[in-house]
């Protein structure tokens, strides 16, 4: 998974199915078939899980920029020395606007949540 493909994930639950995302400012992106809909339970449970995140869970720091639907997480590795260490990710969506962050080695979603706090300060 790649930091856009998570963006385009939390698109698709914001959306209800996959939006055909614009690749080049200015420039219709075209696709050979159009992407399933998400199952009526999908549609219905999945905003319901994200908001959680952010109303109880690893993305409560993001709470004071309002409606925002979130998912936090690790990515364990071991590096050359077997240590064990992990990816830090958050992806989420507020309003038509997905974003994922993903720091390398990061340990813990709360080096992404801060991250994205000054993304969406900047976005206000």
């Known amino acids: 998974m790649t930091p856009f493909s998570a963006a385009l994930m ?7 199915s996959m ?13 050979d078939q159009p992407p399933a809909a998400l199952t009526a339970n999908a549609a219905q449970d999945l905003p319901v899980l994200m908001r ?14 309002g409606e925002i639907y979130l998912k936090t997480g690790t990515a364990e590795f071991s590096d050359e020395t077997g240590a064990i260490h992990a ?11 997905a974003f ?19 993304f969406l300060t900047a976005n206000q």
Request: proline share 3%; no cysteine.
């Open 10 to 16: 939390a698109a698709t639950v914001a959306h209800g």
């Open 52 to 65: 959680a995140v952010t109303s109880e869970g690893t993305g409560k720091s993001l709470q004071s920029f």
């Open 19 to 31: 939006p055909t995302p614009t690749l080049i400012r200015d420039s219709v992106t075209t696709i």
């Open 87 to 97: 990816h830090a990710w958050t992806v989420g969506y507020q309003g038509d606007m």
């Open 100 to 118: 994922a962050a993903l720091i390398v080695a990061g340990d813990d979603s709360s080096r992404t949540n801060a991250l994205l706090a000054d």
